[in-house]
């Protein structure tokens, strides 16, 4: 819990969170989507992000799980913030 509200204390400046792990096996490090393997989420918006983690998405070349069971409303928070720091690389 300390850890969580020095987290936030910091305004969540997009360190990356152990979750992303889980988005990095097929968006890529830079979350781009590896050359089309997975869609590019370093463009999505924390909304989107939001709803896809939550609610899974079906794609061409796939379907997203829904992870709303496994994670948190704080750590879905941090893992949005982390993905938009991606937008620049």
Partial sequence: AEDIAAYV?????????????????????????MNGMAANI????????????KHGKKGLLGTM???HDRMTP?????????????KGE
């Fill in 9 to 33: 204390a910091s305004g969540m400046k997009g360190t990356k969170p152990a979750s992303f792990a889980a988005c990095e096996s097929c968006h890529g490090a830079d979350g781009k989507g």
């Fill in 65 to 67: 799980p829904a992870f």
């Fill in 42 to 53: 370093s463009e999505y918006d924390d909304t989107l992000i939001s709803n896809v983690v």
């Fill in 74 to 86: 704080v750590q879905i928070k941090a893992l949005a913030t982390y993905i938009r720091t991606l």
